[in-house]
């Protein structure tokens, strides 16, 4: 069994800066990608940002530039820097993982509880 963790989530103003965090932990052999997505009130989710095991990283066009993923590997957690903020980035932030749990290939794939990140204008 895997869990995720987020953290860091907040209400921050126009402009300012908020890292979020994932933490992995339970039955993990390999952490094949991660990806950040969200979900503002009356919207669907929409991917953020993702991560592979090759070191691919992609982002939404609309958080290009402003925000920046990153993995630390021994602590199996990945980051999401996000640093000139609009209120149009408001939103409950999900982590996801897809994650090889044993030496037999065996896979999970599942999402954490969703951070709030609140920007004011």
């Known amino acids: 069994q895997v869990q995720l963790v987020e953290s860091g989530g907040g209400l921050v103003q126009e402009g300012g800066t908020l890292r979020l965090s994932c933490a992995a932990s339970g039955s993990i052999f390999r952490i094949d990608a991660m990806g950040w997505h969200r979900q503002a009130p009356g919207k669907q989710r929409e991917l953020v940002a993702t991560f592979t095991s090759d070191g691919t990283t992609n982002y939404a066009d609309s958080v290009k530039g402003r925000f920046a993923i990153s993995t630390d590997a021994a602590k199996n957690t990945m980051y999401l820097q996000m640093n000139s903020l609009k209120p149009e980035d408001t939103a409950v932030y999900y982590c996801?993982?897809?994650?090889?749990?044993?030496?037999?290939?065996?896979?999970?794939?599942?999402w954490g509880q969703g951070t709030q990140v609140t920007v004011s204008s």
């Open positions: 996801n993982a897809d994650v090889t749990y044993d030496s037999y290939g065996g896979t999970w794939t599942g």
